[in-house]
């Protein structure tokens, strides 16, 4: 077998050497964010990190191989979680923070060439410092386009998850019985409780949920129907959903009036 780079995975930075990344001549950069935090009796902590690191490998691939050069950056395991403090190693920076490392990151990737950055978001307590970090960034001399993205499902595509979750559910569990099915503590699954709000209307606001109240064992919703398969489909259509946006913007010239014609 030849020992050269075409073994490697083009446009995965960790594993190309510094030839390598300049013969690749990237035009995107994706960079997932992760989080390292409790999901229940059932998951790693690891969970949003794996699934994140997964979906982007997979789009990255399919992108490269239709002629995008996406460069995919290891994940960023620690982000936000303030509403996850009561619970132990709940791994967290603070917003601020979140927001001054995504804005050094697309400041070292103008300066290393690149006009296109996706992030590509695994973590629900990264929303916020994700938004106002695009705006901070936007319109600003020497900062590339940046956007974010979180679930990129393609049209059509059906849903195979029965209880849905924001936690730790069927969705979470269902992934990871594929991406790392060893992690996966089978036999604590269960119909596991979310906290009710005592002020309904708060649904239709914008609040920050204090986590130990709204997901007491720190995964939420049924996730006795989950399954390798589904996990499968779903990480595989999202991926699908990336590298198509990755193809894209690797096709559309970077210009004063990018992406508009
Ligand atoms: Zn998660």
Request: aromatic share 8%.
């Given at each position: ?32 964010l ?27 691939k399919e ?40 804005m ?7 300066e ?9 978001n ?30 990129m ?33 089978t ?33 939420g ?41």
């Amino acid at each position: 077998m030849s020992n050269d780079a075409s073994a490697a995975f083009l446009g995965l930075l960790e594993e190309m050497t510094v030839d390598d990344v300049r013969a690749f001549n990237p035009e995107v950069v994706v960079v997932p964010l992760g989080s390292t935090e409790p999901h229940g009796p059932h998951l790693p902590l690891g969970t949003d990190t794996y699934q994140v690191t997964q979906l982007c490998r997979i789009g990255v691939k399919e992108a490269n191989e239709r002629d995008a050069r996406a460069l995919l950056y290891p994940t960023l395991p620690i982000t936000n979680n303030a509403n996850a403090r009561a619970f132990p190693f709940a791994l967290r920076v603070g917003v601020r923070t979140l927001m001054s490392m995504i804005m050094d990151i697309a400041t070292q990737c103008w300066e290393d060439g690149i006009k296109k950055v996706v992030f590509v978001n695994g973590h629900g307590g990264n929303f916020g410092a994700l938004d106002a970090a695009m705006r901070e960034i936007s319109g600003k001399d020497n900062m590339p386009f940046a956007c974010w993205t979180w679930n990129m499902i393609p049209d059509g595509f059906q849903d195979p998850i029965e209880h849905p979750s924001d936690h730790a559910g069927e969705s979470e569990t269902s992934k990871m019985m594929w991406i790392r099915p060893d992690l996966v503590r089978t036999d604590k699954l269960d119909d596991n409780p979310f906290g009710k709000l005592r002020v309904p209307s708060l649904n239709q606001t914008n609040f920050v949920r204090p986590w130990h109240l709204y997901v007491p064992i720190s995964a939420g919703g049924e996730t006795r129907t989950s399954s390798s398969d589904k996990g499968e489909s779903l990480t595989k259509s999202q991926a699908k959903g990336l590298a198509q946006l990755l193809v894209e913007l690797s096709q559309v010239p970077y210009s004063e009036r990018f992406p508009y014609e």
